[in-house]
């Protein structure tokens, strides 16, 4: 069993930055890609961001210039720095961790964390 804990949620201002971090406890797989995914209000869970094992990343185009992924697998955590949050970001942001698939997809993933929520005003 994995379980997936998010945590550096938070309120803040346009503009404003964040750190997000999602540890991984149980029998996590480091050879798990991890990823970040958000979920607004009456809306579907979007993908921002994915990073395997070895480090490569894939970050989606609408954030790729403000967040970055990153992961350390000696504490099985992964980040997610936010930059120039917006308004439209406000979510609730969730990590999960798979072993294939599409990443921008949920269903290409195993585990999923209960979420951190992020306000942005």
């Known amino acids: 069993h994995v379980q997936l804990v998010e945590s550096g949620g938070g309120s803040v201002q346009a503009g404003g930055s964040l750190k997000l971090s999602c540890a991984a406890l149980?029998?996590?797989?480091?050879?798990?890609?991890m990823g970040w995914f958000r979920q607004a209000p009456g809306k579907g869970r979007e993908g921002l961001a994915t990073?395997?094992?070895?480090?490569?990343?894939t970050v989606a185009d609408s954030v790729k210039d403000r967040f970055t992924i990153s992961r350390d697998n000696a504490e099985n955590t992964i980040y997610l720095q936010m930059d120039k949050l917006k308004p439209e970001g406000t979510a609730i942001y969730h990590c999960?961790?798979?072993?294939?698939?599409?990443?921008?997809?949920?269903?290409?993933?195993?585990?999923w964390g209960q979420g951190t929520q992020v306000t942005v005003s």
């Open positions: 999960a961790a798979g072993d294939g698939g599409v990443w921008s997809t949920p269903e290409s993933y195993k585990y």
């Open positions: 149980g029998r996590f797989y480091s050879n798990y890609c």
């Open positions: 990073i395997f094992e070895d480090g490569t990343t």
